[in-house]
């Protein structure tokens, strides 16, 4: 079937770059345009060129979103730090104070800190995820793009989020005694981050893809990120109640106690992560954006059904 082109009036020009090559429609060599079906899930080479060639419209998109999500409030922005600066301090009453987990570890209030705001980015981007095709369904519905772009722009709207959250936690770790000591290895932080945003990225893919099949998925997730809190060490130490080798060294592979336990030896004990660690970290963040745009990829053509 072909139809001729309708005019170039007729078409938003500041929306073709984002939704170009996704529509129904095809030129073939004498220029007549072809319609083809709209959703179809392109080769994954094409399907990530897709994404770069949007690269700029998520990238814009996530940082305006990152700024306005707390527009309702009275204390707008501030929320960004206030709210993982709160549930630290309930953490701390909790566990610091009436339950002396803090014996031991060196630094408590810095140890924490780093558990409670590193920890906080991660479950955001999981809960996140999970509700990213679910918030964009209108958008779905509408236009045809890679919808990989929603999940990957929850992702960057809590890393650019995630600034001034780490710019507080510095601070802070600076100022509380015991003060921390500035270090050549804080310049290791933003390996770090970089590892934990591409750990994030995968997970908040599956969860989208997951969510999407599972809609009672996005109630559960409170409770796993609340299991997985208890099992990263955010708020004490597993070498004071664990006591099995290999228990333990099943939890310190544990991704997320990767991140915390590296931040801390680079701020707060001047020591440097061994190689292990660093290796550790990478595979997983490696692996879990591959998995979760594989994943994700492979599901493409349902999104926009239902």
Known sequence: MTAKRPPADAVAADNDWFFDGLSGEARDAEGTWTLKPVGRRLPLGQYLRALWQRRHFIWVDSRARAFSANGGYLLGNAWLVLSPLLEGLTYYLVFGLLLQTSRGIDNYVGYLLVGVFMFHYTSRCMTGGANALFTGRTM???????????????????????????????????????????????????????????????????????????????????????????GSAV????????????????????????????????????????????????AWAVCSVSVGLLFFWQGEERYGRG
């Open 140 to 230: 779905i519905r509408a236009f045809s793009f890679p919808r990989a772009a929603l999940p990957m722009s929850v992702v960057l709207r809590e890393m650019v989020g995630m600034g001034p959250v780490v710019l507080t936690m510095v601070l802070m770790i600076l100022a509380i005694p015991p003060h921390a000591e500035v270090s050549w290895r804080w310049l290791l932080l933003p390996m770090v981050v970089a590892l934990q945003t591409m750990f994030n990225l995968g997970l908040a893919l599956v969860m989208a893809r997951t969510a999407h099949h599972l809609p009672d998925i996005r109630k559960v997730v409170g409770f796993v990120t609340r299991l997985w809190l208890y």
């Open 235 to 282: 708020m004490f130490s597993f070498e004071r109640y664990v006591e099995d080798p290999g228990v333990l060294r099943l939890l310190e592979a544990n991704p997320l106690f990767l991140v915390l336990d590296i931040t801390r030896d680079l701020l707060l004990y001047a020591v440097t992560p061994s190689v292990e660690s660093w290796l550790t970290l990478t």
